[in-house]
């Protein structure tokens, strides 16, 4: 399962969080390459096509960092990170409530074969420049360090 997936997963078991992002909680992959549409996350956009507070995960590429190099043991340590996309048709009141409950859920989170999440980053207060047209968007960044073998 992808990293995005596993996250995602995660934050779907969350009553509190869904309470919140009433549009659901998505993995990039399985948005499709049109991404948040009302095609493909009907859940997402009220019976008028007005977008519900939602959020989207998506990964980056796992990224080898040089901390752990072990070429006998064939060991070697890399970080990835994971992007959760917050967005709403206007206002933030729900991306801040939603950033504090993601906070609350994967700070020290810790998945399968990976060291703790680390929060690493949030872009705040923005517009989707995007298909979105001017929704309000925030996003957390969140890093996972792991050691890889075979």
Known sequence: MATEDTI?????????????????????????????TRETATAAFDANGYLEPCAVVAQRALVPDGNVQDQMSQQASASQVVEIYLYEDTGYDNIDAAMDRIYALLQGYQLSGAFPLEWTNTVDRQRDRGALDGASLARMDWAIYQVRGV
């Open 8 to 36: 995602a997963a995660k934050l779907n078991t969350d009553a509190t969080l869904l309470a919140i992002l009433t549009g659901g909680v998505y993995a990039r992959g399985a948005l499709g390459r049109e991404g948040l």
